[in-house]
Each structure stands twice: as structure tokens, then as C-alpha cells.
């Protein structure tokens, strides 16, 4: 079956998300509300498939492709991406079989005095083949080891490690240290939004990039091989070996036939590969020229070349690419989309409203089928009150903050309050914290919601105790961090400077982590 | 050992700044961005060639918490405590930024602690005020408000009375030369140890001053002198009745005084120190219209009552000058000078010009056309002024401050509307007049004695706007 979810839907749903990441709020609830009752929910009840959070999503987005790109010219960021890829798929096939095949036209020139070279073949065609497979399966190996343990890793892995790490901080003593501060944060931003895609979609862009490899080096062989059949079908070839070490024919000979092991048994054994008078026919010194060396054993070589480079270049490159093709569709049928901006999308869409003037405009205005009537009795079985959190809040502002306040906006944002925590009072109260938060149970769609000033800029404290939290409550239960404007600044809350806003987005991205999101409380308030 | 003094606080709260402005150094990296400083840098104050004292600028606390709580398990004294704490932090990677501020005060460097006044107290600030109260060093702390508010300076005051032996109100962004010489005369009291040392530092960086003072009052009288004395002479041939060529001619005038006096503002600006700063002044700033422009004359220019004075007292040798300079005014300076000579050819007829004619000084004679000198000793005063705008512009921006750009223009307090020669008494209005008339006699003894006397007023004036707050 084909997967619901494609890299163009991908790439404009994080286009959406991120655009959406910079409205107001409550702008984004009436929108995002409006667009379920209106087209999605009806969509669902008329084909009458269940409500799954891929399937909203998914029709949510074509909404929004349609309204936004539909009737312009302009193509999607995903479309952009599917049109760019196709041709580089195009290209690199092509750029393959062209470097291919004059590889294999230049190599396979045979003039009358000097056969070509089959030990010279292997080297640069097969064996370096067989090379590259062979770090790309070493280095899948490792990968599956590092998954699975995450202590005693054998001991040369641990030095690599090590060093790894010491050029990474010595990077960062020597090379980052020299940036502005700014640039510093960017740049840990950007390798954090990396570590954020990796962990929401896995390896899911690995594979697009895999692909265009394997493509180059399927052209690459297809190039060759087709070069060498050109040159053996249209011009007389000469095979010969030689070797300033003084190695016997026997022993290339045994070499030969593990060689063709993988095809021996299907061919004869003369055309699997030459036998040993063939290769003993067909050693070449230099100073006695070819003259005396017998036809049929200069050309007894060509089905073993032609063999060769079918078994262990292109057949190997074409499985690994229908196996990325596999591991692609694998990838986009497994995404779940629980990452805040996609759950938060969702959750607008399935919270109901809470002004009652807002249903009215929600009605469509065409004379057709009228949507069913939310069922908030359902959807109250589904999400009780909203998603519930836990709220931690620094000692310093503990006592100012008003608990009515927090009440009123965290149903606004459609969270329901389970407790408050004070936090931040000292290391030793804030270790203790992290105990009472272990003994909680975080199997549930519990979240965490921290309120923090932004007027203090984001301390390696604050940041390595959310890496403690989110050790302990599991790798993907929501962390939201609402930030506060200056207090003095005007009565109530106060809104939060661009300028610290932007210093505490790069800190926390910076965490590539997915699935903490930061807010600033004010925007949240009509 | 040279005594050490080092810059400690919250990140970005302005350490970079205080440091950079005491240290008149404007290389220091300051940026809106918490962090910016990584390593601890240090600052030396070199006199006679030997080091006297030292700043060092140190990375703010990144786990202010988790370091008391080490603290608190460490027994010994003060720089004991803080060896121990870095010997086990050594291999937290997280306390990298903690244990390298904590370095200087490991080699017992003094503390001066820089809050921003401007937000209020938290726990962090508590917890790093305490891990300096355990240090056991001397220390100071420096409010430095970064926003104009003020209502959280109290309760900063009454936290800073738990653990500090002093504190101060020091913003790094406005801080004058007087400010300055105070915060160091404040260091003085907090440890005996360093009263010799940093007295010391007090003289050399007053003397310092008064030196920098002097040069710039010799720079001032210099390009007086050359502006008031500068001449530009020109063949009249045929073509010189063409009025566009002696637009031309004054315009080049103008521009070779406004490069002599911009050379001389820029030798100013070296005196202080200043590497990046150049002057991007508030658009309304006098300093950046025109030296030619009409407004900068009639601003810069003199007072009713001071052409009184200089009315009384040289009579003719100013008079008629200053008519066709107010003329000129009215009328835009360009078109008067333009004018002038233009008239003056049509009027001629295109016959040789008279060697006695002359307007607004500029000599119109036989085959040759001269402009200049000025005769008009607002010159003097417009340039004067500027000279002493510029400085005082020089002197009071902080080189802790890297708003160039944006630098808002109520924070300007430069009088610039009304000229700091306005109020000058009649003493100093009668140096200035026989300065310009020794100009203009071309007599050089009395020239030497006159330069002499305006050299030693500058210097009083200079002192004067340093001492500003």
C-alpha cells in the first residue's frame, strides 16, 4: 500500500508549522478550528475513515496547500523538493553512465602491443567496489551497536570516542570561541534543529540523499559494463596480467575462482572464469612482448570481467537502492507526529472553542451538506479537559504569580492543570525536584509546562536540568516553556523583547530536542 | 605580585562594558548576546613601562546554584576553597565557564561584581553573591543599569550591604572621565592593601588626562590658525569672469577649511582612544551639518552682548566683516560669497580687477584672484565651538558602548543649540579677539604671546567639560 504521507507533505507541513510558529495564537486556534469543522470533518464523516491523527493532519494540509499554493504558480516547498529530486535522480544517472563509460572506453584501449591490464581492472573496478561496500556495511554494523548498548563499548570504539570528543571541544575552545556569541548560538541552533528532524523523523532524509548515491553508482557500473561490451563486441581485446612480484599463476588462479564463486556453479567452468592454462597463457613480461602468447588465452578473460562487474558492482548497487526505496517507504509509514507543533496543530483542531461567538463564523456558507455538530461529548472522552501538565515555576516569582491567572490560561491553551512545582529555589531544593518528578508516573499524555522570566538569559543550569527532566520523563512527553516579559515593564504580563526572545529560541534549539517547545506567555492572552 | 582586580557578575549584565570603559579600550567584545565573553581576558595598567594593576574581564556564572552547593562542602580559606573547587570541577564539562571565572580569584585577584540595576534581585544573584562572600576577597559591587529604571536600585543597595564592602552606581554606557577617576578613587577603600597601588593609578590616569588636554588644546589653536590664516589664489584670466568658475573657486574655499578642520577632529579623536566610534551623532547634532552651513553659523556664532564686547573693543577690524558675514547668513553663505564675486566681475565690466578690492576677505587683484583670509572672527568662534563639541562628544562616549548606529538622540547632552562660548565672560572673548587680530596683523610676536595665553585657556576649558557629569 502506498504511504499516506509523502516527502512532499513533509516538507510543506514543516513549511506550515514553521510559518504558523510566528502567528499570534489565538488567531492560529480559530483558523486551525475553523479548518476541522469546516473541511476536514466533514471529509471524514463522508468517506468514513477514523479520526487518526495522521489522516486530520494530512487532510488539514491539503486544505492549506490548496488555499495557499493552489491557485498560484508557485510551486510548495515539498514540490519544490519532489521536482528537485527527480532531477537530480535524472542527473546523477546520467552523470554516472557518462563517467562510467569513458572510464570503461579508456581503460579497454588496446592497440597490439599492450593487453589490458587485468590486475589493473580489478584494482580500480572491483576491488575498490567491494571496498566501499564493505565500510558502508562495517559502518551500518557500528551504527546497530551504539543503538543497542549504551555502556562498555569495546575499547577501540572508546578511543575513538574520546578523541572525537576532545577535537570537538578543542573546536570549541579554538575555533568557536572566536565567534561572536551570536554566530556561536546560531550555529548550535542549526545543528540542534538537525538533531530535532533526526529524532522526529528518524533517518527519514537519510535515504533521499542514499538514493542519488546508488543512482550515481548504478550509472557508473551500467557505463562500464556497457563500455566493456562495446570495446569486446566491435574490437579485438587482448587480457593479459603480470606482476613485478614474482607470484605463481596457481595462486592467482585460486584467487580468481573465489572470485567467481557467487556465479560458478550457473556458468561453465571455462567462462566463469579462465582456467589455469588460460591464466598462465596469459602472463605478460614486458620485454618478451605478446607474440608468442596464444589467442585464446588472451581473450579467455572477458566473461570473468563482464561477470565481475555485474556480481559485485552493479547487482549490489541496485539492491541497496531498491532496499533504501524500502527503508523510505518504511520511514514514511512509521512517522507518528507527536512533536509539539504537530500535536499542538492537532489539539486546536480538536479542542473545541470556547467563545461562543466564534460557531458562527465556523458554518460554511455554501448551500452544502451541513457539517455534523461536534460531538464534545466524544471528544471530551478523548481529551479530558485538554492535555493535563505539570507546572514548574522559579521561587522568584512563586509568590507574584497570581494561580488564577495560570488556571485562566492554561485552559485557554487547552492544557488542564495535575500540580504545581516550585523550582529554582537551590541546587540542593532543584535535586530534590528531580526526585519528585521521577516518582511521577510519565506514561500518559502528561506534559511538563516551565514558566521562566526571559529578561534572565538562559544559564547552562537551566538548560542541562531540562536535559535531567527529560531523562527522566521519557524522550517524548512535552516540555513547554512559557516565557515572561519584565515584570516593571507595564501592569499584568508584560510582553517578551524581541531581542530575548530570540536569545532564549536559539538556546532551547540549540537542545535539539523536538519535543520542547517555547512560548511567550503574553501572545497566548487576547 | 600585581594586584588584580576582577570584573564577576551574571551574564550579561554588562562586565564586558565596565571593563571596556575603564579601560578606554573599545576592542573588547560587548554584544547584546548572553555569553559572548568565554575566557577570562586581562587588562594591564601599565605605568612608565611597568604594570601597576590589572583588570580582568571574566565569563558570566553559568550554575551559580551548583556551584555553592560545591562550595558549601569545601573546607579552608577563601582561595583554598576556590583551588579545591576548580581541581573537582575539572571534569564537569558544564562548570567549564564557572571554573574559568573563578580563576583569578584563585590567584587572589580583588572582586568587583557588576549587576544590571535595572531588573530586580533573584536567587541566582543571592547565590553568586555568596559564592563571592566565600571567596573571602575584596570586593565592590557596580550597579550598572542598562535601561533608564530605577525602581530595583534599592533593593539591590540592601542586598550588596549583606556581602560587599562597597558599591557604586556606574553605568558603563555614560560613564565620563570624572565618573571614572571616582569609581577608582571608590576601589581605593575597599581593601588598605590596594590604596598606594590604585592612588597611584588615579594620579597617572589624571595626569594622563591633563596631558591628552593639552594636545588637544594645541590641535585646537592649530587648526585655528590655519583656517583663519588660509588663503587661495588663483590667475584671473579671461575665463574668471565666467561666475561659475568663481563658484567653483569659493566652494574649493570652504572645503580645504572643512578638511583642515576635520584632520584636526580626527587627531582629537586618536587622543582618546577611540578605534571604532566615529561620531555617527544624533542627526540634529551641530556637529554634523556643514562647517559653511547658515544654521551652524547662526547657532555657533556669537551672542548679542559678545558683539558688544568685541564691538567696543576692535571696532573696525570686526565690523565690517560681520555685516557681510550677516548678510550672508540671510542669504545663504554660498550665495553671498558666490554673489559677491559675481557682481563684483559684472560691475568691473570684465577690466582688471582693482588690488584694493575686497569683499567678505576675499582680495580681488590685478591678474590674480584671492579668497581669503576670513576676516570675519565668527570663523573663530564657529570653529571654536565645534572644536569643543567634538571633544566633549570624544570624552563621554563610553568605550563600553557599541550603539553606533542607534545611539538615541536624548541621550545626547551635548549643548549643542547653544555653543559652549555663549556664556564664556569677557576675558576669554578678549583672548579670542586679540588672537584674531594677531592673526590678522600677521605679527608673529605677538602672535607667540597671544597663543601662549589661549593655550593655558583651552586647557582650563578642556578640564572644565571633562568634569561634567
Redesign the interface.
Given at each position: 500500500m502506498k504511504p499516506l504521507w509523502n516527502y512532499k507533505d513533509i516538507f510543506d507541513l514543516e513549511y506550515f508549522l514553521h510559518k504558523d510558529a510566528t502567528l499570534p495564537a489565538g488567531s492560529l486556534v480559530q483558523r486551525d478550528r475553523g479548518i476541522y469543522l469546516r473541511h476536514i470533518e466533514p471529509a471524514l464523516a463522508a468517506t468514513g475513515q477514523s479520526p487518526e491523527p495522521r489522516i486530520i493532519l494530512r487532510q488539514w494540509l491539503e486544505y492549506r496547500s490548496r488555499t495557499e499554493f493552489g491557485a498560484t504558480d508557485i510551486l510548495s516547498p515539498g514540490a519544490l523538493f519532489t521536482e528537485a529530486h527527480r532531477t537530480l535522480r535524472l542527473l546523477c544517472l546520467v552523470i554516472g553512465l557518462f563517467f562510467g563509460s569513458i572510464a570503461g572506453l579508456t581503460f579497454f584501449n588496446y592497440a597490439g602491443t599492450t593487453p589490458v591490464n587485468i590486475l589493473a581492472f580489478l584494482f580500480f573496478f572491483i576491488f575498490s567496489q567491494i571496498a566501499v561496500l564493505l565500510i558502508l556495511l562495517l559502518s551500518w554494523l557500528i551504527r546497530c551497536l551504539l543503538r543497542g548498548r549504551t555502556a562498555s563499548l569495546p575499547l577501540g570504539m572508546r578511543i575513538m570516542g574520546n578523541l572525537t570528543a576532545k577535537a570537538i571541544l578543542w573546536g570549541h575552545r579554538n575555533i568557536l570561541g572566536r565567534m561572536w556569541a551570536e554566530s556561536r548560538d546560531s550555529l548550535a541552533a542549526s545543528l540542534g534543529l538537525l538533531k530535532g528532524a533526526r529524532r522526529i523523523y528518524g533517518s527519514l532524509f537519510f535515504w533521499p540523499v542514499f538514493i542519488l548515491t546508488q543512482l550515481l553508482a548504478i550509472g557508473a557500473n551500467a557505463g562500464i559494463l556497457a563500455a566493456t561490451l562495446f570495446r569486446i563486441l566491435t574490437s579485438d581485446i587482448a587480457f593479459g596480467w603480470q606482476s613485478t612480484v614474482q607470484f605463481s599463476a596457481p595462486a592467482l588462479h585460486r584467487l580468481i575462482t573465489v572470485i567467481a564463486a557467487p556465479w560458478s556453479r550457473f556458468f561453465p567452468e571455462d567462462v566463469a572464469s579462465p582456467s589455469l592454462t588460460a591464466i598462465e597463457g596469459s602472463r605478460i613480461i614486458l620485454k618478451d612482448g605478446i607474440a608468442h602468447l596464444a589467442t585464446q588465452d588472451l581473450v579467455a578473460w572477458w566473461p570473468f570481467l563482464v561477470l565481475c562487474l555485474l556480481v559485485y558492482g552493479l547487482l549490489p548497487r541496485m539492491f541497496l537502492y531498491l532496499a533504501s526505496l524500502f527503508m523510505q517507504r518504511r520511514c514514511l509509514a512509521n512517522l507518528t507526529f507527536a512533536h509539539p507543533p504537530a500535536a499542538g496543530l492537532l489539539q486546536r483542531m480538536l479542542t473545541p472553542s470556547l467563545t461562543t461567538q466564534a460557531a458562527p463564523e465556523f458554518r460554511p456558507q455554501t448551500t452544502g451538506p451541513e457539517p455534523a455538530p461536534v460531538d464534545a461529548a466524544a471528544e471530551a472522552v478523548r481529551r479530558p479537559g485538554g492535555n493535563p501538565v505539570l507546572v514548574l515555576i522559579p521561587d522568584d516569582i512563586f509568590p507574584v504569580f497570581e494561580m488564577q491567572e495560570l488556571h485562566e490560561f492554561l485552559a485557554q491553551r487547552g492544557f488542564s492543570h495535575v500540580g504545581t512545582i516550585r523550582f529554582m529555589e537551590d541546587y540542593e531544593a532543584d535535586r530534590e525536584v528531580l526526585e519528585a518528578l521521577r516518582e511521577e508516573n510519565w506514561q500518559g499524555n502528561c506534559g511538563i509546562l516551565v514558566l521562566m522570566e526571559s529578561w534572565m538569559p538562559p544559564l547552562v543550569a537551566f538548560l542541562s536540568y531540562l536535559q535531567e527532566i527529560r531523562q527522566i520523563v521519557g524522550t517524548e512527553t512535552p516540555i513547554f516553556i512559557e516565557l515572561l516579559g519584565r515584570p516593571a515593564a507595564s501592569p499584568g504580563l508584560a510582553p517578551v523583547p524581541e531581542g530575548d526572545w530570540l536569545v532564549w529560541s536559539r538556546k532551547i534549539t540549540a537542545l535539539g530536542d523536538p519535543f520542547i517547545s517555547l512560548n511567550p506567555l503574553r501572545e497566548q492572552r487576547p | 605580585m600585581t594586584p588584580e582586580i576582577a570584573i564577576m557578575g551574571?551574564?550579561?549584565e554588562g562586565k564586558s562594558s565596565v571593563l571596556s570603559t575603564l579601560a578606554e579600550d573599545d576592542s573588547v567584545?560587548v554584544?547584546?548576546?548572553?555569553?559572548?565573553t568565554?575566557?577570562c581576558r586581562t587588562f594591564p595598567v601599565v605605568i612608565d613601562g611597568r604594570e601597576v594593576l590589572r583588570f580582568t574581564d571574566t565569563p558570566?556564572?553559568?550554575?551559580?546554584?551548583?556551584v555553592?552547593?560545591i562550595l558549601k562542602t569545601l573546607s579552608g580559606e577563601g582561595g583554598e576553597i576556590i583551588r579545591k573547587f576548580r581541581e573537582q570541577a575539572r571534569i564537569i564539562a558544564?562548570l567549564a565557564?564557572d571554573r574559568e571565572l573563578l580563576l583569578p580569584v584563585e590567584r587572589g585577584a580583588g572582586i568587583i561584581y557588576v549587576v544590571d540595576g535595572s531588573?530586580?534581585v533573584?536567587?541566582?544573584d543571592r547565590?553568586e553573591m555568596e559564592i563571592l562572600r566565600l571567596t573571602g576577597r575584596p570586593r565592590m559591587a557596580i550597579i550598572n543599569c542598562k535601561d533608564q529604571?530605577e525602581?530595583?536600585l534599592q533593593s539591590w543597595k540592601e542586598e550588596f550591604r549583606k556581602s560587599f564592602n562597597a558599591n557604586r552606581v556606574f553605568n558603563a554606557h555614560r560613564a565620563t572621565y570624572a565618573e571614572r577617576i571616582l569609581l577608582l578613587e571608590a576601589l581605593q577603600s575597599i581593601d588598605q592593601d590596594w590604596q598606594p597601588v590604585i592612588g597611584q593609578v588615579v594620579t597617572a590616569f589624571q595626569r594622563d588626562w591633563a596631558a591628552r588636554n593639552q594636545v588637544t588644546a594645541g590641535l585646537i589653536i592649530a587648526m585655528l590658525r590655519d583656517c583663519l590664516r588660509f588663503r587661495l589664489t588663483v590667475a584671473a584670466n579671461e575665463e574668471s569672469q565666467d561666475r561659475r568658475r568663481e563658484e567653483e573657486l569659493v566652494r574649493s574655499f570652504n572645503k580645504s577649511l572643512a578638511g583642515i578642520e576635520s584632520k584636526a577632529h580626527q587627531k582629537i579623536r586618536a587622543q582618546f582612544k577611540h578605534h571604532i566610534f566615529n561620531y555617527q551623532l544624533p542627526p540634529r547634532s551641530i556637529l554634523r551639518e556643514d562647517l559653511f552651513n547658515e544654521r551652524t553659523w547662526q547657532i555657533l556664532g556669537l551672542s548679542r552682548r559678545q558683539l558688544a564686547i568685541l564691538g567696543g573693543l576692535s571696532g573696525a577690524a570686526v565690523g565690517a566683516g560681520l555685516d557681510v558675514a550677516h548678510a550672508g547668513l540671510s542669504m545663504g553663505l554660498y550665495a553671498a560669497l558666490g554673489g559677491a564675486i559675481g557682481a563684483l566681475g559684472a560691475v568691473l565690466g570684465g577690466e582688471s580687477v582693482s588690488t584694493s578690492a575686497s569683499f567678505m576677505g576675499m582680495k580681488l587683484g590685478g591678474q590674480q584672484l584671492q579668497i581669503g583670509p576670513v576676516n570675519s572672527i565668527d570663523l573663530l568662534f564657529v570653529l571654536l565651538n565645534r572644536a569643543l563639541l567634538f571633544y566633549f562628544h570624544t570624552i563621554n562616549w563610553a568605550h563600553g558602548r557599541r550603539d553606533y548606529e542607534t545611539a538615541p538622540a536624548a541621550g545626547d547632552r551635548a549643548p549643542d543649540q547653544l555653543g559652549f562660548t555663549r556664556h564664556w565672560p569677557a576675558a576669554r572673548i578678549r583672548i579670542c579677539n586679540a588672537y584674531f587680530k594677531a592673526l590678522q596683523q600677521d605679527n608673529d610676536t605677538s602672535l607667540f604671546r597671544i597663543e601662549q595665553e589661549l593655550q593655558e585657556m583651552l586647557e582650563t576649558v578642556l578640564m572644565e567639560i571633562s568634569q561634567r557629569e
Open positions: - | 551574571h551574564p550579561n567584545r554584544s547584546p548576546t548572553p555569553g559572548e568565554t575566557q558570566g556564572f553559568q550554575n551559580p546554584g551548583r555553592l552547593s558544564e565557564d531588573r530586580p533573584r536567587n541566582v547565590e529604571e525602581q530595583h
